[in-house]
């Protein structure tokens, strides 16, 4: 039996009180809004919501003069096997500690694990309705026969000597003999490892094996490798290690480092690889050499390995091996794809930088590929070079490679792998593609060559917040493929097109950490790109917005931001408060719905009474008589006889009296010349008021059509929102006559109910009477007293009487 002390009723009257409202810091809880339905949605993030900047990350978005990160160094030598369709290796991993931490052990991620039976991935793996796919069931027989992860043969420290290790799901813990030393420090080890390749089209995943074994093909392999090998998890400012498990959505967070890299394939293999080839003479032929020489200052696509050249080897499998050398500077990752069905072209990319002046634009691709491929690939990569580097910088790598295989998207530092092929005539047995497999490529080419910016140079954390990269990147795909071609049918970045999702019930805010996303594609991609889009075209204008931007990428180029860092940049650089933004798309899931409810014209009552009776008069007979009385056709009795007719029918409530007259003429007298002179404006005074149905402040957009046949729209700031965040009247004054009015006339708010944005019925009518200051009480006028001089007053301070 476990003893129980018994818990003061004090005690249990605070935890109460603590479970019913957590632990916020001090200066939230000093801001609370107790009473009344008043929703500031203009509150400041900073200070609440956001990070207290440190010397690390200062309070402009910029890394502070202390800010560091660490470096890990990687030298890999591994073995593709292509029979058993395994990869083995050994590296070397030499880690630079530049934290002021010393680390007694290190974290290393293990991503292939998620394929073992037992992972969190695959325990966790949810279904859903009462039908199964062909693709579920092949996954699943596949899932019982075979299983991939790991083999972690040995660690062994600079010396040789054995290192202790254990496993956590997807993550290896190294225990060190002794800690690393902060803010400099360095260790290095040795591991041995191995692990078997999935087959992507039946398993899925980011890398795998496809093999072309249906009848009719030519029963080779494409290769693509990623997560291949144990990568060092990421320790930061902000959270120390980053320990959370893969699980299949949520993608990476890695340190930057130099690799040095040999890959051993099949001797017929033509290998694509993160870096540039260190052996090209062991691995090309001089005619291939000399091709990839001539790419260089190519202005189209070069084969430097040619269609022919992959046929002659697909015909027959060599025996032997060759080892492809690579080394690549100040990457966070290395991917390669290996195949002998690859064909290969090139082509220089020129770009106005010291640093990286040509870069290779490189695609490799299998027969399958083509004709589509060698039409567009590389192109859509040099293409995408050009417009990223406008908006963030200019390509610092040497090389950008899209290599087609079985993944259908998915990139790496200068690789990037694409699925979309031709498709072959059941017929005729000609391979053709669709308008729509056109555009595919060249979108997910632009996507996954985009993503070199973001994030595998603008080191953003993946696996905690999607959208740092693929919203990012998203937008700027969105921009690039407009650049392509005007009419291009981007499926993200057009307002328009997300005010479905926005609407929807399952849906989480964009901060939400990338596991438990719902709705992935259209909450990491879509939203965030829109919302880009919008502060772009909207709110900022380009200038302010691309200078911010600019400045965002350049700042963090090469280290590790975080969304708040992201924010507060934009806000310093364009100078403008976008709190209100960030929490209404990012934090909150709002949507924007504004609706024009209605609309008033009014005028100045110009204190004539003949006069404002006959506005009075003509606004009433606007207005359609009375159906019934119309319809009758017999006379009225007040018609037949003259006797029931008196003063009230031979005059109407527009007949002006003398007394009204009268009074008129003494309001006049008691006014000022500028109250006289406002009563001789004839302009319109129109009040238009806005509901805002979905929740999401956004600025108010409003076309005004006039009777003239004119027409003007007005920017009307979100800040029109800032005392009340449901329902404002704003006002606006013109000489011209309104007939129709319209919110977000270009739809480029993402309004998701455009039925209630337009008004184009009757416009009421309302005459407006000029306020004048109300007098204050003064009994000494009321009483007719005569003011004395203060000389008068004043008492005799001697002898304290008044004089």
């Not at 798309?585 to 004539?608: K, N, P, Q």
């Not at 003011?787 to 005799?796: G, H, I, N, Q």
């Amino acid at each position: 039996m476990v003893s129980r002390t018994p818990v003061p009723l004090s005690s249990l009257l605070a935890l109460a009180i603590a479970s019913a409202f957590p632990a916020t810091p001090s200066h939230a809880q000093a801001l609370q809004q107790t009473k009344g339905d008043f929703q500031d949605k203009f509150r400041q993030l900073e200070g609440e919501d956001w990070p207290t900047p440190t010397d690390y990350r200062n309070a402009s978005g910029a890394p502070g003069y202390r800010y560091w990160q660490q470096k890990v160094d990687y030298d890999i030598r591994a073995t593709l096997d292509e029979q058993r369709r395994t990869v083995s290796g050994t590296q070397t991993v030499k880690y630079r500690n530049n934290s002021p931490d010393a680390l007694p052990y290190l974290w290393l991620l293990l991503d292939q694990n998620d394929y073992r039976r037992d992972s969190a991935a695959e325990l966790t793996r949810t279904v859903e309705g009462d039908e199964i796919s062909l693709g579920e069931i092949r996954r699943a027989k596949r899932m019982q026969e075979w299983e991939g992860g790991f083999t972690i043969a040995a660690v062994r420290d600079a010396a040789g000597n054995p290192l202790r290790f254990s496993l956590s799901d997807t993550l290896l813990r190294i225990e060190l003999p002794t800690a690393v030393a902060s803010n400099g420090g360095e260790t290095s080890f040795t591991i041995d490892w191995s692990f078997p390749m999935v087959e992507n089209k039946v398993v899925g995943g980011r890398s795998g094996y496809e093999c072309f074994t249906q009848p009719g093909e030519d029963g080779n392999c494409i290769f693509e490798g990623a997560q291949w090998f144990p990568r060092l998890a990421v320790y930061s400012d902000y959270e120390g290690w980053h320990t959370l498990n893969f699980l299949g959505a949520g993608e990476f967070t890695l340190e930057f480092g130099d690799y040095r890299v040999a890959l051993t394939v099949p001797s017929d293999h033509i290998v694509s690889a993160t870096g540039e080839i260190q052996n090209p003479d062991a691995v090309l032929t001089p005619a291939q050499r000399s091709r990839l020489a001539t790419a260089r200052s190519a202005k189209a696509p070069v084969y430097v390995v040619t269609p022919e050249e992959a046929a002659a080897a697909e015909r027959g499998k060599a025996s032997g091996t060759k080892t492809w050398q690579f080394a690549a500077t100040n990457v966070r990752d290395f991917g390669w794809a290996s195949s002998r069905k690859f064909a290969w072209d090139a082509m220089g990319v020129r770009q106005d930088s010291p640093e990286q002046p040509l870069v290779m634009a490189m695609s490799f691709f299998p027969k399958e590929a083509r004709p589509l491929w060698d039409a567009y690939s590389t192109k859509a990569i040099a293409h995408t070079i050009d417009v990223y580097s406008r908006f963030a910088f200019p390509y610092p790598y040497p090389v950008a490679q899209s290599v087609n295989g079985p993944v259908g998207g998915m990139e790496y530092p200068m690789i990037s792998f694409n699925g979309p092929r031709p498709v072959r005539d059941r017929r005729t047995g000609e391979l053709t593609y669709s308008e729509a497999t056109k555009n595919g490529l060249i979108g997910v080419v632009i996507h996954e060559v985009g993503h070199n910016y973001f994030p595998m140079i603008v080191n953003s954390d993946e696996r905690q917040w999607t959208w740092m990269d693929e919203g990012l990147n998203t937008f700027l795909q969105f921009q690039a493929e407009k650049l392509w071609d005007k009419d291009f049918p981007s499926r993200r970045g057009e307002p328009r097109d997300i005010a479905e999702y926005m609407l929807s019930r399952d849906q989480v805010p964009l901060m939400t950490q990338s596991d438990s996303v719902l709705q992935f594609g259209a909450n990491g991609y879509g939203k965030p790109a829109t919302a880009l889009t919008i502060l772009r075209e909207t709110i900022l204008g380009r200038e302010r917005f691309d200078r911010a931007f600019r400045e965002y990428a350049n700042r963090w180029r090469f280290k590790r931001p975080t969304p708040t860092d992201f924010f507060r940049t934009m806000e310093e650089s364009s100078g403008v408060d976008l709190d209100w933004f960030w929490r209404g798309w990012f934090y909150i899931t709002d949507h924007v719905d504004i609706a024009l409810e209605d609309v008033v014209r009014a005028r100045i009552d110009s204190g004539d009474p003949k006069t404002e009776a006959a506005a009075r008069r003509q606004s009433d007979n606007s207005e359609p008589a009375s159906l019934t009385a119309t319809r009758n056709t017999e006379r009225t009795v007040v018609e037949r006889d003259p006797d029931t007719r008196d003063f009230y029918n031979a005059s109407d409530r527009y007949t002006v009296t003398a007394s009204q007259t009268r009074e008129a003429s003494e309001a006049d007298a008691r006014l000022t010349a500028e109250e006289r002179a406002a009563r001789q404006v004839k302009d319109n005074f129109y009040r238009f008021r806005f509901r805002n149905v979905g929740g999401l402040v956004m600025p108010v957009i409003l076309k005004l059509d006039y009777a003239d046949k004119s027409s003007e729209t007005i920017r009307i700031p979100a800040e029109i929102w800032r005392r009340n965040a449901h329902v404002v009247t704003w006002q606006h004054v013109t000489p011209k006559t309104v007939v129709r009015a319209e919110v977000d006339p270009l739809w480029e708010t993402a309004d998701a109910d455009r039925s209630n944005n337009v008004f184009a019925g009757r416009i009421a009518e309302r005459t407006l009477g000029i306020e004048t200051p109300r007098e204050t009480e003064n009994r000494m006028r009321d009483a007719n007293k005569k003011v004395e001089p203060a000389s008068l007053r004043t008492s005799d301070a001697r002898t304290g009487d008044a004089r």
